[in-house]
């Protein structure tokens, strides 16, 4: 075992010289950070609201992310379009800034070359500002990144590591904690071998951090149980034009032969789904009709089923179109339905909490099982200050809906989380009156443009921005 840092995976003296493009030597400093967002800044619904239109869906942020850190194992620079402008996004490229990389942002394009690389040890700061924390573990420096609990994104449970620290060490890495850091560098001085690993649990995070650490490991790693999830897919799909030798993503085994250096590529990021879902269910809870595109439609299928089921009509208005209809034509409400939410196909837990906003309207009674994380109920007590009825057990909660509609009325919730804002935003859509959410940073950090988006949809929202003391004076 080795005593002291050294670095792994190096690409060899053997491999292709890097070309830098020449854009790209002296960038000018990138606007990684969002000026509008302000951390006090609350969000003014005034409801009910009937919405009608089309929403453009922006690229998916939990895609993002974990392909921004691939960018880290490319030589020459990697190009990733229609990337969302969001507080997460903006601070993992500052993660990246931070560690030598240059990055240039242009609108929805992000520009990384990671040749000047040569150390990760990220800036806590930035760490702790978004749901980066454990990607680059996988890098082929000597790495080191804040332990992921309490540190990490949205605090909705335990957020461990140990099945990345396992994986890592299956592909002959010594992982460390040290003065409160995970440090993670090879055991034979040169780089990471392939190796088997089973994941306990199919952790999406564990999965693309292994996928990624294995395409530059020397020989062959079968990685088992691996989460399915499409933002798995993506990636796998961003390393195989990058060069990366990469089988089986998106089923419960992935096999990758692992090759000595990457080259940077070009890729477009998907649509959220997860905004879809939400956007799918402001129109089912102000039971209107909207359309947006683009989608993946097999990516919300497990929503699409429920919302089916509940009442609502929903079309496929092209292969990146859909449209949904909430809206009774008979008087008749929605009727309410159990949710348990897993790992995909199963039902997201990033559509859990406005989910839930929506049982709240509808008719019966309806169980909603949380399986992923184990404190993703915060939501339920700010829903209640709107009138909600619902009763919490642990991770399951009884939603008591309404018989005739919505009954919601406004009040002054507080977002906790990133999808527990988001469901506020949604009752609030649906409630009587004003409902005024501060902590929307949260909300921030997951849905670009949210206020304008549902503005253009007819919803009365309006941002509060607090002066700073010299705009006040
Ligand atoms: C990703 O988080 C998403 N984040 C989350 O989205 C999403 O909720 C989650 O996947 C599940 O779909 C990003 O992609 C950036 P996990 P991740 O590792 O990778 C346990 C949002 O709102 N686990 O699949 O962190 C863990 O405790 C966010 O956009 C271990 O036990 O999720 C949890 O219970 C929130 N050991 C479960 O697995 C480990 O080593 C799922 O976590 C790792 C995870």
Redesign the pocket.
């Known amino acids: 075992m080795a005593t002291s840092f050294c670095s792994f995976n190096v690409p060899k003296s053997q491999d292709p010289p890097k070309p830098l493009n020449p854009s790209l030597q002296n960038p000018p400093s990138p606007p990684l950070h969002l000026h509008n967002q302000n951390h006090s800044s609350k969000l003014v619904i005034t409801g009910p609201s009937k919405l009608s239109g089309h929403v453009a869906i922006s690229g998916s942020?939990?895609s993002s992310?974990?392909i921004l850190a691939a960018t880290l194992f490319c030589s020459g620079t990697s190009k990733l379009a229609n990337v969302p402008c969001l507080s997460d996004t903006r601070a993992m490229a500052s993660v990246l800034a931070s560690l030598g990389a240059e990055v240039q942002v242009l609108g929805d394009e992000i520009l990384v070359n990671a040749d000047g690389v040569r150390s990760v040890e990220p800036c806590p700061d930035e760490i702790r500002k978004c749901?980066?924390g454990s990607s680059s573990l996988g890098r082929c420096w000597p790495g080191s990144a804040p332990p992921r609990s309490p540190c990490?994104?949205?605090d909705?449970?335990?957020?461990?590591?140990?099945?990345?620290?396992q994986g890592l060490r299956a592909l002959g890495a010594v992982v460390e904690l040290r003065d409160g850091k995970v440090q993670a560098y090879a055991a034979n001085g040169r780089g990471l071998v392939g190796g088997t690993f089973q994941l306990?649990?199919?952790?999406?995070?564990?999965t693309?951090t292994l996928m990624m650490a294995a395409c530059l490991a020397d020989g062959v790693t079968l990685l088992s149980n691996v989460?399915k999830?499409p933002?798995v897919v993506a990636l796998a799909r961003f390393l195989i034009e990058s060069g990366a030798c990469i089988e089986g993503a998106g089923s419960n085994k992935i096999v990758i032969k692992g090759k000595s250096w990457l080259h940077g590529s070009e890729c477009k990021i998907d649509p959220d789904r997860?905004e879809t879902g939400t956007f799918m269910l402001a129109a089912a809870i102000t039971r209107s009709c909207i359309s947006m595109s683009p989608v993946i439609p097999s990516h919300v299928s497990c929503l699409t089923e429920k919302l089916r089921a509940a009442g609502c009509k929903i079309r496929q208005r092209s292969h990146d179109t859909l449209e949904i209809l909430a809206v009774s034509t008979d008087g008749a409400n929605l009727n309410g339905f159990n949710v348990k939410t897993g790992?995909?196909p199963a039902f997201?837990?990033?559509l859990q909490p406005q989910t839930m906003a929506l049982l709240t309207t509808c008719n019966g009674s309806s169980i909603v099982e949380e399986s992923?994380?184990?404190k993703r109920m915060g939501h339920a007590n700010e829903l209640l200050k709107l009138g909600a009825r619902i009763q919490v057990c642990g991770s399951t909660a009884l939603v008591l809906g309404k018989d005739k509609g919505s009954l919601l009325s406004g009040s002054s919730p507080i977002a906790k989380d990133?999808?527990g804002g988001m469901s506020l935003v949604l009752a609030g859509l649906a409630a009587t009156g004003n409902t005024e959410i501060s902590g929307v940073s949260h909300i921030d950090r997951?849905y670009e443009n949210i206020d304008a988006k549902l503005q253009s949809l007819g919803a009365d929202v309006k941002r509060l921005i607090p002066l700073t003391c010299s705009e006040s004076q």
């Open positions: 942020k939990n992310l974990p749901e980066v990490r994104g949205c909705i449970g335990a957020r461990p590591v140990d099945l990345y620290v306990d649990y199919p952790s999406v995070g564990a693309e989460a999830e933002e997860i790992p995909f997201p837990t990033d992923v994380f184990n990133l999808r997951g």
